[in-house]
Nanobody, 122 residues
Framework: QVQLVDSGGGLVQAGGSLRLTCAASGRTFSGYAMGWFRQAPGKERDLVAALSWSYGTTYYADSVKGRFTISRDNAKNTVYLQMNSLKPEDTAVYYC???????????????WGQGTQVTVSS
């Protein structure tokens, strides 16, 4: 089992920045791809960024490219999502997730954090 705890959400004005943190515990972090998803009210949960375990391959949804950066510190079992130039449409609950094996560009992750609310005011 892998336990994930999300944090770092909050209220920010448009154009501002936030950094989300996902702390993993339980089984070793090794070998897991990590993703950040978000879900706005009335909408499906979508993958916004992902990072592979090996090679550091990244994926970003078109809507966040150039503004969001995903990174990981394997020694600390932590994943980050740096969000810059935030827009009101970025408002959502953000979830980190872990997946072992297979494509990282999929909604089918194995473990999920509890979510952290990000609200961007105009």
């Amino acid at each position: 089992q892998v336990q994930l705890v999300d944090s770092g959400g909050g209220l920010v004005q448009a154009g501002g920045s936030l950094r989300l943190t996902c702390a993993a515990s339980g089984r070793t972090f090794s070998g897991y791809a990590m993703g950040w998803f978000r879900q706005a009210p009335g909408k499906e949960r979508d993958l916004v960024a992902a990072l592979s375990w090996s090679y550091g391959t990244t994926y970003y949804a078109d809507s966040v490219k150039g503004r969001f950066t995903i990174s990981r510190d394997n020694a600390k079992n932590t994943v980050y999502l740096q969000m810059n130039s935030l827009k009101p449409e970025d408002t959502a609950v953000y979830y980190c997730a872990a997946r072992r094996g297979g494509s990282m560009i999929t909604p089918a992750y194995d473990y999920w954090g509890q979510g952290t609310q990000v609200t961007v005011s105009s």
